[in-house]
């Protein structure tokens, strides 16, 4: 049984799928491979608020810098602009794993999701406290 026969098995879907290839070389096994993946977002229609609270609740949590980062990473890649509480807890969670560097990149991460200059000030008004609290400075403020 080769590895075509093998994988219409295991997913009916395929059987109506013609390659143009022959199923024993390397690229028919590649393409019936691949034709088979589906792919799915466990979080694909959360809300906003779900969204917040969701990343509000990991930042909270981390306590290593990969960690840090990788939850930014997954942060920003959204298309949206993170709530003020999401980028709060980030900054807290830099400071927890005491990585200024990575505090000023949240904000250099948040000017570029923003869509005009008002909204990066608004932002910046609205966690001024916190920025106050735990002493972390913009780029700009810095002299870059």
């Known amino acids: 049984m080769n590895r075509?026969?093998?994988l219409t098995r295991i997913n009916p879907k395929l059987l109506p799928l013609k390659l143009p290839f022959s199923s024993r070389s390397r690229l028919g096994q590649l393409i019936a491979f691949n034709a088979s993946r589906t792919y799915s977002s466990e979080h694909e229609g959360d809300s906003f608020e779900a969204f917040t609270e969701r990343h509000v609740k990991?930042?909270?949590?981390?306590?290593?810098?990969f960690e840090l980062q990788r939850g930014l990473n997954n942060c920003f890649a959204y298309d949206l602009v993170p709530a003020p509480s999401v980028i709060?807890?980030?900054l807290k969670a830099a400071r927890r794993v005491n990585d200024y560097p990575t505090a000023v990149r949240i904000f250099e991460g948040l000017k570029e999701k923003v869509e005009n200059v008002s909204q990066y000030n608004a932002y910046l008004d609205e966690l001024k406290p916190i920025k106050e609290e735990l002493g972390v400075l913009t780029k700009e403020e810095l002299g870059f």
């Open 88 to 90: 709060e807890a980030a």
């Open 4 to 6: 075509l026969t093998l």
């Open 58 to 65: 990991f930042f909270e949590g981390v306590d290593d810098l």
